[in-house]
């Protein structure tokens, strides 16, 4: 792949993936990830978390209070891969639990070297579309040649704010949809995201979903305890336009029925995180809410 902003956003996120897949007790495993970054030929050597190789381990609330007194830096690169870790296995269940309620199709938005479709258990007849750049796809379909997909996959090529793409993808749908757009809206405006929103939910007939994260206005906080990494992805390239604290509306007001959580959640936590699950995020404290809304 070249090496520029976006490329670099898919590189780092399977660097995580495949660090996460070398724990003892990964959340979840993803053989195809180092290959893939390997395969890419280069490194990152601005990102201060590569630099500093795979975050180290830390089991417990008091070990991460200690670690970010003895080193902020790699408190913060701990958190990232861990709340990294869990959204990733957020998303896979709830593509799982939207295939076994009846989704025939499963789309993909700003795919990047996801591989899921290779190594998750998916129903015979599903059909899975992904849609990225047309050379990210190409990519990982070299680096991957020998490896099956688990349903049948359809690539659409091209930038998914493109009206085109989207009805490209809408004229391959098959029954009830899942749409995923996993750390994709941070980098959108805020009327991108509004025009992305609307062309898909146009596009859910009954028994559709659509499942997203989002960051919340903590994290975005120049002066807040992120603020630095925020930085980084901007001086990169990727600057995060888009958060919001409220992230229902961005579904109600489309008619579909909202359920969201917080990375750190009960039921977004997975035991992963180093520090306690709570029903809701503590105030100040930068989170991604992840964001299920249904046509029902």
Known sequence: MALDPVARTAWLTARLRAEETARPSPLFRDPFAARLVAAAGWRDEDDE??????????????????????????????????????????????????????ARTVVLLAAGLDTRVYRLALPAGLRWIE???AETLAHKRSVLADDAPHAELIDVGGDLRDADVLATVGRSLRGPSVWVFEGLL???????????????VAQMVAGSSVVFDVPNLAYVDPCGPVAAHVARHAARGSPWTFATD?????????????????????????????????EV????????????????
């Open 131 to 133: 849609v990225d750049r």
């Open 186 to 200: 941070m980098y959108l405006q805020a009327h991108e995201v509004d025009a992305l929103l609307d062309a898909v």
């Open 49 to 102: 978390d590569a630099a500093a190789g795979a975050p180290p381990a830390v089991e417990s609330l008091e070990a991460f209070i200690a670690l970010s007194r003895r080193d902020p830096k790699a408190a913060g690169a701990v958190a990232r891969a861990a709340a990294l870790a869990v959204r990733s296995r957020y998303f896979e269940d709830a593509i799982l639990a939207a295939v076994s309620g009846g």
């Open 281 to 296: 995020p503590m105030a100040g404290q930068p989170t991604a809410f992840l964001v299920t809304g249904r046509r029902t």
């Open 246 to 278: 409220v992230p229902a509306p961005l579904v109600e007001s489309r008619g579909l029925a909202a359920d969201v959580v917080h990375v750190g959640h009960p039921r977004a936590h997975y035991g992963r995180l180093p520090w306690p699950a709570a």
